[in-house]
């Protein structure tokens, strides 16, 4: 993977990496539900299990210890790539879903009481905001929304207000999967820490677009999926910093997560692999691993300048397209890569169906985010999310398609 | 480019002029069908004379699939036995899975437009809701 020393990517060799543009020549436009997967990626899982193959952690004979090697050092990969250099403070999930029900049945469970208030921002995925639903209804706690504006920003007051000594944990995305802006987490994080609570960021649609630094941040938790930063399926992350992860109860118990186990209690393994039971996704973390490589050797602000270039072409060209209206900001650098928008009188769905006749792969839908549409009054939308490895033929087939919706459903114009 | 025709003249017309989208006042019966996937969300109401559909309308909101399907439906069923219009909906529901034979489908007129969506699964839902819904109608409840 030699990329050229110019400022931009080398798109011809992008394309050649990701070996499903070669079997397809649909425009994919739904990168934020999962990623498109690099050879490298699919041959890091692939020899995995043709070479390493075994079960991690326990075995003494060389195959095992070469695929706790492999796993372990995969570990090591995501700490330095999000910026800690205490690998047990990641802990291998199976996505950010399962990451944040972890936090919400260890940390919310053991610490969250009667009263205290969990503060969500109405921009969240479901998937951050039932667990926390989960935790208020069961231990009698208050779950409070952040609002947005109908342009995807909180205001620094509305922060401030939502936050509070009751608070005992604030959810929040760093980057909506439906509006696609970037949150002030830096302030949040801060707040939160003033108030003497704990930050969860959902880093699930940043990861592949921007650098993430937990340390500078200071965030707590840090969450996020394998597949939608172009690994594979079935591995996620959770970062915690390690001085709280110690003071958790593990999440799921059985086996690879004991010290040791007497008929009536046991003792738990130290950090990570306390919150690892069971057999883990060795081949999926080696995967991740090879992923992280991939973005990192394309350089991730290159990535994020192809982003915006290409986001850039298509919310350009949506707004000259008469009665389609993109939700969120109207500036294409608050959009990385995911641009929703609607189209008068025609559903999502039939909006999809069309582009789909036409070749182009996009999500139609409420987009797990009800919460987040119906403060926007909008009661569905058709999402297209773009990633470096598009093209600009593929965005501006998008925007033609797009422009002939009405026609094709029978409108004049 | 197989679908690219798929939204004919037929489905365009009943999605943009629904002739049986409107309010019915003091229906016999009314039932509401929802996709929980998509949110296709529309409720059939029906006016009843013995076990005569004499007149029906439905609301709500939902892809042109739905709507289109649902307004084509009332249109065939009004004025129809009970019987027939389950008739009507078995064999709708049939064409659609591709194993109604071609008199069958014949007998469902304007609802033939339909017949395509049997090579797009994910849109069945939306095609059948407003069927299915008037089967259950008919199905929960004893009448003379």
Redesign the interface.
Known sequence: MIRNDNEKLNIDKIRNDFPIFKTTGRAYLDSAATSQKPECVIKAEESFYKESNANTLRGFYPLSVKATEIYEDARKTVASFIGTDKSEEIIFTRNATESLNLIAYSYGMTNINEGDEIVVSIAEHHSNILPWQMIAQSKGAVLKYLECKQDGSFSDEDIEKAISEKTKLVAFTHVSNVLGRINPIEKVISLVHKAGAVAVIDASQSIQHTKIDVKKTNVDFLVFSGHKMLGPMGIGVLYGKKEILDKMPPFLTGGEMIESVRRDSATYAKLPHKFEAGTVNAAGAAGLAAAIGYLEETGLDKIHARDRELTQRAIEGLKKIKHVHVLGSDDYREHNGIISFTVDDVHPHDVSEVLSADGIDVRAGHHCAQPLLEHLKVRNATRASIMFYNTEDEIDRFVSSVANVRVRMGFAD | ????S??N?IL??H??RPYYKHELEDADLVLEGVNP???DDIIIKLKMDGDTITDGAFVG?????SQASADIMLGLVIGRKKDEALKLADIFMRMIKGEADEEEIESLEEATALKDISH?PA?VK?AVLGWHTLDELFKDRLFA
């Open positions: 480019m197989e679908s690219r798929f939204y003249e365009t017309e999605n943009m996937n998509c949110g909101e939902g892809c042109a699939i797009m849109r939306c």
